[in-house]
């Protein structure tokens, strides 16, 4: 496998260390809403690739090696030796959709020998756990399945994927790797802490959260963030997550963010499944621990193989809220990974409005928020 890092900024246009192959396979492209909008940037990949499939999504900010900027599009162009591809591509009409859309996307990447599938979604209109759910319930509990939600930085306004085509709002897309040639590895941490009291989920619909412990959500997190955050909802509550999990299985428990509010139903929409009757419980992060998350991610995805052959790829989808604690300091997590991947492994990732990998406990595919996620792609010597 071959594997060449792009950059795209407005005063030089679009540049590389080597010059990447015109009859590359796989084309990932990672860039700002209102980069990406106009399409121009999307043509100009298509008009130097014309063959490959074009991948990308709009985000929080896009990561290029060590690098973290706002105002370019980081891509990387990847050729397979024995390595077939495939994708698939799906509008949603809204949350309600999402196990439908799974499903559908599932259904058309699924095949005997599926090695593994990376997925991109609409950040905004999408229930992440539902979109989980229907697609691993199409191509089966045994294929990983890595990727994240599209961002918007803490705008919140909308978001695009392009698979393609070019990005767009309300897309879901999904590329299948296939054959034996193909090693996939998937790891995530987090580097949160709970504090408060533990509360039940007592009214919900969906992603949709109403109430805990019998009142309403959005008094809880209004309590919490005082006056001057509250009025910034929801981009200031990604500094408070919530922890759930079903009493019974304390060890499956996931991390939610949120992505909307309702002030007139005092609810708040999440990114993934709020189950009655589990269990909340509020959290809040630091630097350090957030930093050794993202070490834990890159150890899980990078196990030691002696087989490989070619370049290696390492794709980051690290969580919007994650970057707005971190501030300054995002860097760090960044130069973490690249640490422990070693400075040879290609990276290339962005800022998600959700994350997408195989639960630790279960193995299953699962929404996933506040963490790093890293999926490396590398083909195994013929």
């Known amino acids: 496998m071959q594997a060449n890092l792009l950059s795209w900024q407005a ?36 008009a130097m690739f014309p063959t490959a499939h074009l991948v990308g999504c709009s985000t929080g900010g896009q990561i290029l090696g060590n ?3 706002d105002d370019d599009i980081a891509a990387v162009v990847l050729s397979f ?3 077939r591809l ?51 319930s199409a191509v089966g509990p045994s294929v990983p399945i890595t990727g994240g939600l599209a961002g918007d930085g803490p705008d919140f306004a909308a978001t695009l994927v392009g698979v393609d085509d070019a990005p767009r ?22 580097g949160w802490d709970v504090f408060g009291p533990h509360r039940r989920i007592t009214r919900s619909s969906g992603n949709v959260l109403y109430e805990l412990d019998g ?14 955050d509250s009025a910034g909802l929801p981009s200031t509550g990604l500094l408070f997550p919530l922890r759930i999990y079903d009493a019974d299985a304390p060890d499956m428990a996931t991390v939610r963010t949120i992505l909307a509010v309702d002030h007139d139903r005092r609810s708040m929409t999440f990114a993934g499944d709020m189950p009655e009757g589990w269990v909340a419980q509020l959290m809040r992060g630091s630097f350090h621990r957030l930093t050794a998350g993202a070490a834990t991610a890159a150890r899980a995805a990078h196990p030691p193989a002696t087989d490989l052959d070619g370049d290696e790829l ?3 989808v690290s969580c919007i809220g994650r970057r707005l604690l971190l501030g300054q300091q995002t860097l760090d997590e960044v130069e973490a990974v690249g640490t422990e991947l070693g400075q040879a492994v290609r990276r290339i990732g962005f800022y998600s409005y959700g994350e997408i990998s195989p639960h630790a406990a279960s193995g299953l595919c699962q929404l996933h928020n506040q963490t790093m996620t890293i999926t490396t792609i590398r083909e195994a010597a013929g």
């Open 314 to 316: 390492a794709l980051l």
């Open 86 to 136: 495939k994708v698939a591509r799906r509008e949603i009409a809204g949350p309600d959709d999402s196990r439908a859309c799974g499903v559908a996307l599932g259904s058309a990447l699924r095949g005997d020998d599926l090695a593994g599938v990376f997925i991109l979604s609409d950040g905004l209109h999408v229930n992440g756990s539902a979109l989980c759910c229907g697609l691993a």
């Open 11 to 46: 005063d030089t246009g679009w540049r590389s260390e080597t010059r990447p192959p015109e009859d590359g396979q796989l084309v990932f492209y990672f860039g700002a809403r209102s980069m990406l909008e106009s399409g121009e940037r999307y043509d100009e990949i298509r």
């Open 169 to 190: 709002t309300n897309s879901v897309g999904a590329i299948g790797f296939y054959g034996e040639a193909i090693r996939i590895g998937f790891g995530y941490g987090g």
């Open 67 to 69: 690098e973290l900027s």
């Open 81 to 83: 030796d024995r390595t």
């Open 215 to 228: 009142k309403p959500a959005l008094d809880l997190y209004e309590r919490y963030l005082g006056e001057e």
